[in-house]
């Protein structure tokens, strides 16, 4: 259970950038990776928790998953993936390691006042 | 008034303090020629004991030392002591995971000179959940998984899979009394994991160690020779 110290940190962020530009935060959207490593629902909890004594506190944590994308060495594209259980292409099944999306963890944009 | 709500853009790593930290520790450890190898696993794997028995046996040929993280007790590092390597243990307190900030302030307390080491290794908190969002500076990242723990853990943890380099299985002495099937196992790591390369072997007896050593000391030469290009 490491999302309560991932949420602090992205109430940190949002709150320097609130800082800097003089403007109150609504929403902080967030992209989140199926390899992440973060559990939405315990990371949702953890933000209004992070929010708490902060001038972030009744704000929105908006995540977009992020699906698996890997690439196909044999058909040379990307391809979603369709189990995290089963690393291979999609179409033609060549097992790959190559991992073009699913690992985000990233603040995108500030829904600001 | 107040003025509209309106969206800016901003596209932040959230991890990136801890990124910074672990691309620096990585300059440092290349430029010192030290090899860095982090192991991961759920608690009782047998990391301990496993990298009781590599301290041990790497000792006599190499220059080795070890940082290892718990969230309590020093005990991990006494048994470490054992094989008269240097060990430093880092206490988490009530963190899960160690990161890269926690390795950097051990490295600097123990005053190592990372010029005199040809291996460090790093022992993460027993954990196969939060340790794979973390970048340590390592350059080899090795998951253990016993025998005991049954055949389909890979897939119920395929994220830590996706972020090691290398899986162990240990505890291989016990394979025949707990029937565990060592294919299904192999053919799991690889959905989760092509291509991973795989060793299973036993700290106790010391069965297939020797072949793990190896692999470690063709990786350090390999890296050597990358950083004298």
Not at chain 1, 41 to 47: Q, R
Not at chain 2, 108 to 131: K, M, S, T
Request: aromatic share 4%; net charge negative; charged share 25%.
């Amino acid at each position: 259970m490491h999302e309560l110290s991932i949420a602090m940190s992205i109430v940190e962020m949002a709150q320097e950038e609130a800082l800097q530009r003089g403007v109150q935060v609504n929403a902080v959207h967030l992209k989140l990776g199926a390899l992440s490593g973060v559990v939405k629902e315990a990371l949702l909890s953890s933000y209004e928790m992070a929010c708490d004594d902060t001038p972030l506190r009744g704000s929105r944590l908006v995540i977009e998953d992020v699906p698996v994308v890997i690439f196909c060495p044999h058909c040379k594209v990307q391809r979603p993936l369709s189990s995290v259980q089963l690393f291979c292409c999609a179409e033609c099944g060549t097992p790959t390691s190559e991992i073009v999306h699913g690992k985000e963890l990233e603040v995108v944009a500030l829904e600001i006042q | 008034m107040s003025p509209e709500p309106r969206l800016v853009e901003i596209r932040k790593n959230v991890l990136k303090q801890n990124d910074v930290v672990a691309r620096a520790l990585r300059t440092r450890f290349h430029a010192a020629g030290v090899f860095v190898v982090s192991l991961v696993s759920s608690p009782g794997s047998g990391k301990t004991a496993f990298l009781e028995k590599t301290l041990t046996l790497l000792r006599p040929r190499y220059r080795v030392a070890a940082l290892v993280g718990d969230l309590a007790t020093e005990n991990d590092a006494a048994r470490l002591a054992r094989s008269l390597a240097p060990v430093k243990q880092i206490i988490t307190g009530t963190l899960c995971h160690l990161e890269a900030a926690m390795v950097q302030r051990a490295v600097d307390e123990e005053g190592w000179d990372l010029g005199q080491l040809d291996f460090l290794f790093i022992e993460n908190v027993g954990n196969l959940v939060c340790p794979s969002s973390y970048d340590l500076g390592e350059d080899l990242r090795v998951v253990l998984l016993s025998v005991t723990e049954g055949e389909d853990k890979p897939l119920k943890y395929p994220t830590i899979f996706n972020s090691a380099d290398v899986a162990i299985i240990t505890k291989s002495d016990l394979a025949e009394a707990v029937e565990f099937d060592s294919e299904a196992t192999r053919r799991n790591i690889q959905a989760v994991r092509p291509g991973m390369r795989v060793f299973q072997l036993s700290a106790k007896t010391g069965e297939g160690v020797e072949e793990y050593l190896g692999f470690l000391a063709e990786r350090l030469a390999e890296s050597r020779t990358m950083a004298a290009v």
